[in-house]
């Protein structure tokens, strides 16, 4: 499990797990993406992704997210 804190604006890199993630937002708002989709994950909203998915995000100052793994961490693409 990790607990994320964002004190600045920013994205995450797409990459992929050989795991699956369940990721939770506590507090302000993701942008999963998803290849050209983009979903927003807002306070008290969840997301699973299954190992394999290729995906990043973009995230607002303030965000906090707890994310479960299945195993190691991400291996950037």
């Known amino acids: 499990m990790a607990y994320w804190k964002c004190n600045v604006d920013g ?11 369940y ?3 506590i507090q302000g708002s993701y942008t999963l993406i998803l290849g050209a989709e983009k979903i927003p994950v ?8 299954p190992k394999g998915m290729a995906h990043g995000g973009e995230f607002i100052a303030g ?5 479960c793994f299945g ?7």
């Not at 994205?11 to 993630?21: G, L, M």
């Not at 195993?71 to 693409?77: D, M, P, T």
């Open 11 to 21: 994205t995450s890199k797409v990459h992929t797990h050989d795991y699956d993630e």
């Open 23 to 25: 990721f939770v937002v």
């Open 42 to 49: 807002r306070a008290g909203e969840e997301y699973f992704k």
């Open 63 to 67: 965000t906090r997210t707890i994310h």
């Open 71 to 77: 195993g190691k961490r991400a291996s950037r693409a």
